[in-house]
């Protein structure tokens, strides 16, 4: 399954608003999840975090270094489905 994510607004203490391709918008908060290490390790800083970005050929949020996540990932976070490997 892969929805596109087609609209991202950084929000305040590692959180985005998302909405995806069909429809479904919603807030994941992404502290719980961040590691903070290698090509994330810039996303700490708030202000650079708050650099986040749709990039419409992958479909999900990517940051200036190249650093972006999984849309199914997303997708299950901020509908609350659970999908296989990401429990």
Do not use: C
């Not at 305040?12 to 918008?25: A, K």
């Not at 986040?52 to 972006?68: C, Q, S």
């Amino acid at each position: 399954m892969l929805i596109d994510v087609v609209s991202a607004e950084p929000l305040s203490n590692y959180r985005l608003r998302l909405r995806f391709e069909d429809g479904v918008e919603g807030i994941v908060d992404l502290r719980p999840h961040l590691r903070f290490q290698g090509v994330f390790a810039p996303l700490e800083s708030p202000e650079y975090f708050a650099t986040a970005k749709v990039d419409p050929e992958l479909g999900t949020v990517k940051w200036p270094n190249g650093a972006d996540l999984d849309p199914d990932m997303l997708y299950a976070r901020v509908t609350g489905v659970q999908m296989p490997g990401f429990g």
